[in-house]
């Protein structure tokens, strides 16, 4: 797959900022590394690691949101470095019960750093809550105690420590974390390789233990220290390789384990089969289908004694009648988790086979399906995670879908983590649904999807039913190849496939999964490996995966499903659609107010935008018509493709009681979705945010990077024959512009933001009619400050994103003007350019990065700029940049075009240019102008600056 170059340069921006921002940090800068960490946080919101030098930064300036910062990175990564600092900024701020917190925290689960500093520290925290000292395990699993007269009493895992009867600082020490190593070992050529991450102590390479079949084993030390994975960042790994030489007079298969016997992910292995392996052979037969078996259903469980429980629970309710539950214990850690199976046991719920040692998930699958077997004979297998939450009667229905063919193997539900079989979203990620919500959403897909079974490559193991047929013709999971698992169903379904039989997705039956919860940071890694594995054992296994994404045969099940939610939210008043892109900007502002304003009149506002799921649509840049009522992921599967799905769109729209239809941009969508009014015989609305009625470059921008000046038909054909259109429609330059003069001469209403916007409209479509509604009250009081007086240097502030028609240019070259003259300008872009780095590299220029809807006017205030420069080189319709900089306290200068001007000639908020204006003019401008504050409406420029204004 091509990589992304725009993502490629943000992550290049990103690191650059963060590098300078730790730059600043070393040198003790903290307004200069705060800058620069808060742009790499803006560019790479998902990295915790600027967000943590940020933090220390924020505690370094006495800024009250350190702590807050602090807590959130410590807790959602569980960083030793973080809960120790948050104990400091904590303690040095008066917030010693927090502070306590903290440390509690770190020394329950890691070790005591090597840090003279740190015993201070906890025995200041210890004393400034009445506590009589502090432990925690210090190298070597020493325990450390600084109080008199302790007394230490352990319990499996667990040492509790007091003095005088009351715990110390640091107690109790959790000894299963402190001892927690993760990693992954896999075949390499005739050896293996792999990494550990030494949970508490991070920087210390663990030790490990190379154990052989027979017993034989031999201290592995890791030498390389790696980056960290991307779902532990702040735990480096360390790398080691044993090869054949330190493998020779063992016997395979090898465990790559802890110091305590806690093997890797991916252990056990042997190499050799690993090399050996060849694609799995074929054998179809034809399948009769065979008598109906009784069901068994076998659960493996790992950890978290909460979600098993809730799973457990789920699933007796579910049942409609007895049926054998086998609960396989693959040696939990956990004494709470251990107790509650034995009483499960003790009240006849469960059948429980309890591991000595832990095997992993295809090892446990393998023993409550031999189990069940031994038991009840030949019998079907509802194989289910402890992390998942049934709805009623959903075994059945699955136990059924085995039934509904003679050669189907497996049936697994919709759920909202089950990759292939995700629902709403079909990429999965979506969240786990509580129990009322599972019961809602399973009752609507039975109504929506009945008895549906719908062919899919490979089950789902979270929720797997198996025929017991296609069970002995094919075998059980591999567990010596999957390990601790993944691709074990997989590679069983297409061993199952190979002989015959077929699987099916089960869209009447919704059932929860946490998903993950039973992996690591080493699962992603696992995940990798055993993917490969499977495409080596069955070639074309992925290009089979992808062939199904593409043609989706769950979608219509995914929409009939959606479209039943839908209904739910249908309001008396009817409805009005509102048709528009997905690009975001000032566009999405308003949509999203409007919609607003619909709601509060009663109307359901139903938002109509273009959808690209398919590689057929981003290639063609007509995406379909996806549905929503605002909810940003909430029905992800109404969409239709138009043409052929025109009808099924409109009977929705009908059924909804659309009054009329609002077109605010149709970029994206197909051209049919113009006809949208005459087809559901309602009135249209047209909402001008842009020039795309009439220009193909949507914002006249020519071939030059500037201003088109508007020229006639001929002149537009030229500039799309060089430039290109941004508007996928086909259609030709005059046959927009007729087209469009149709649409808005048949409007009930055409709405402009701003007076200049409505000229322009009526100059290429005489005769139409134009409402002028601002999309801001410009008659609201601002407080504006002018530049001051006698400042040696002025920084200006360039707001929103600067592209093309903003005007990058025009800045890139202002920056190079002030550089060359040694001017006492410089430039802070509160916001993102299409191109950072060029502007960065003139050092006349700071970014702030994107900001966050509300965060712009903190950011400009903050950034202590003199005044606003908006370089925009095509006329805005309205400019919010324009209302962001205003709200920031800054006066603003723009070009002589568009709402831009036209506002600030009505306010006297600032000043106006000459477009094309030379840039050194420009500069001069941005240096020397002041507010005729003796003018209130300040509606003309000082009088020094008029020969530079008729320039």
Request: charged share 25%.
């Given at each position: ?45 998902d990295?915790p690691?600027?967000r ?23 807790a ?13 900024v ?7 019960a ?13 070790e ?32 450390r105690?600084?109080?008199?007269r ?8 667990r ?41 508490a ?6 030790v490990?233990?190379l154990?052989?079949?027979a ?9 390389r ?13 360390h790398?080691f390789r ?9 016997t ?58 809730a ?19 693959d ?8 107790r ?13 086979v ?22 009840f004979?030949?019998c ?6 402890a ?6 009667g ?9 039934y509904?063919g003679?050669?189907i193997?497996?049936a ?14 079909r ?13 809602t ?40 190849i ?27 039956v ?8 039973s992996?690591g ?28 994404h ?8 995914r ?38 304003e ?13 959808d ?15 549905v ?10 109404l ?29 994206g ?24 009625v009439?220009?193909?470059r ?10 088109c ?8 054909v030229?500039?799309?024959e ?14 927009l ?9 048949a ?62 240019d025009?800045?890139l ?37 994107p ?16 005044l ?11 400019c ?72």
């Open positions: 797959m091509t990589a992304d170059p725009v993502r490629q340069r943000r992550d290049r921006e990103a690191a650059d900022a963060w590098s300078r921002g730790r730059i600043a940090l070393d040198a003790g800068d903290f307004p200069r590394a705060r800058f620069w960490l808060e742009r790499a946080c803006r560019i790479a919101p990295d690691r600027p943590f030098d940020l933090a220390l930064v924020l505690a370094a300036l006495g800024d009250s949101k350190a702590g807050d910062e602090l807590e959130a990175i410590a959602g990564y569980d960083c030793s470095a973080a809960w120790i600092a948050l104990a400091r904590s303690q040095r701020d008066g917030d010693r927090r502070a306590a917190r903290a440390l509690d925290a770190m020394l329950g689960r890691y005591i750093p090597p840090d003279a500093t740190f015993g201070r520290l906890a025995g200041e925290i210890a004393r400034s809550n009445g506590m009589q000292g502090w432990c925690g395990i210090a190298a070597g699993e020493r325990l105690i600084e109080a008199p302790s007394v230490v009493h352990e319990e499996a895992s040492l509790d420590v007091t003095s005088d009867g009351s715990r110390l600082l640091g107690s109790p020490i959790d000894l299963a974390s402190l001892r927690r190593i993760d990693g992954i070992v896999e075949a390499d050529g005739a050896g293996m390789s792999g990494w550990a991450i030494n949970w102590a991070p920087s210390r390479s663990p490990l233990v154990v052989d079949s017993g034989r084993w031999r201290n592995i030390r890791p030498r220290m790696l980056e960290p994975a991307v779902q532990a960042p702040f735990l480096p790994r790398g044993i090869g054949a030489r330190t493998l020779r007079g063992l395979p298969p090898f465990r790559v384990q802890t110091a305590h016997g806690t093997p890797l992910y991916g252990s056990p292995i042997d190499p050799q089969l690993v090399a050996g392996l060849e694609p799995v052979a074929t054998r179809p037969v034809r399948r009769s289908l065979p008598p109906r078996a009784r069901l068994c259903v076998v659960m493996p469980v790992y950890r978290d004694i909460g979600t098993t429980e799973a457990l629970n789920s699933l007796h309710a579910s049942l409609d009648e007895p049926v054998p539950v086998i609960v396989v214990d040696a939990s850690p956990e004494p709470g988790l251990k509650f199976l034995d009483e499960e046991r003790r009240l006849g719920r469960i059948i429980l309890r591991h000595r040692v832990n095997r992993g998930f295809p090892c446990a699958a393998n023993a409550g399906m031999r189990a069940a077997r031994r038991r004979g030949a079907d297998i509802l194989l289910l995670n992390d998942i939450l049934l709805p009623a959903a075994p059945a229905r699955l136990h059924a879908a085995l509904a003679p050669d193997a497996s697994t539900p919709l759920s909202n983590e089950a990759t292939i079989l995700s629902y709403p979203s990429g999965g990620g979506n969240p786990a649904p509580d129990p009322a919500e599972v019961a959403i399973d009752r609507l897909a039975w109504r929506a999807n009945r008895d549906a079974a719908i062919d899919i490559p490979t089950a789902i193991g979270f929720c797997m039913a198996i025929r017991h047929d296609s069970l002995a013709a094919t075998g059980l999971f591999r567990e010596d999957f390990a601790q698992g993944y691709g074990e169903e997989n590679d069983w379904c297409r061993r199952a496939a190979g002989l015959g039989f077929r699987h099916v997705g089960v869209p009447g919704f059932v929860a999964h946490r998903g993950g919860a992996f940071p080493a699962g992603a890694a696992l995940c990798a490996r055993n993917l490969a594995l499977l495409e080596r054992l069955h070639p074309g296994y992925h290009a089979l995966i992808e062939a199904h593409q043609s989706d045969p769950l979608r219509d099940s929409r009939r499903l959606d479209h039943a939610r839908f209904r739910i939210g249908r309001v008396r008043n009817g409805a009005v659609a509102l048709v528009s892109h997905d690009h975001g900007g000032g566009i999405a502002r308003v949509v999203e107010a409007r919609m607003a619909l709601r509060a009149e009663g109307l359901r506002p139903i938002l109509v935008q273009p690209f799921s398919t590689t057929e649509e981003r290639e063609s840049g007509i995406g379909a018509a996806r929503t009522d605002g909810h940003s992921n909430e029905f992800p599967n969409t239709y493709r138009l043409p052929r799905e025109i009808d099924r769109l409109v009977a929705l729209l009908k059924a909804e009681r659309v009054k009329h239809v609002e077109f605010h941009h149709t970029l969508h197909h051209p049919l979705i113009r006809s949208l009014p005459e087809r559901l015989a309602v009135p249209a609305e047209h909402v001008i945010h842009d020039y795309s009439f220009c193909k949507v914002n006249l921008i020519g071939p030059r990077r500037r201003y000046g508007e020229p006639d038909v001929d002149g537009c030229a500039c799309i060089e430039a290109g259109s941004e508007l996928t429609d086909p259609i030709a330059p005059a046959d512009v007729a087209r469009s003069g149709a649409e808005l001469h409007a009930r209403r055409v709405v402009a933001p701003s007076q200049d916007a409505a000229r322009r409209l009526r100059r290429h479509f005489p005769g139409i009619a134009v409402a002028v509604t601002g999309w801001e009250d410009d008659l609201v009081s601002v407080a504006l400050k002018p530049p001051p007086v006698g400042v040696g240097h002025r920084l200006i502030a360039v707001v929103g994103g600067i592209g093309p028609a903003k005007g990058y025009v800045l070259d202002c920056a190079r003007d002030a550089a060359a003259r040694d001017l006492a300008l410089s430039f802070v872009v509160i916001g993102a350019s299409e191109d950072d780095a060029p502007l960065i590299e003139t050092d006349r220029i700071i970014i702030t990065g900001y966050q809807e509300g965060e712009a006017g903190d950011l400009i205030r903050r950034s202590g700029a003199h606003a420069f908006l370089p925009s080189i095509w006329p805005e319709t309205w919010f940049a324009l209302s962001e900089a205003w709200r920031g306290g800054l006066y603003a200068v723009t070009f002589d075009l568009g709402a831009q001007a036209e506002r600030i000639r009505a306010t006297g908020r600032g000043l106006v240019l000459p477009l094309g204006m030379p840039v050194q003019r420009i500069n001069d401008a941005l240096l020397a102008w002041r507010p005729d504050l003796g003018d209130l409406n300040n509606r003309s420029p000082m009088p020094n600056l008029r020969a530079i204004a008729q320039y």
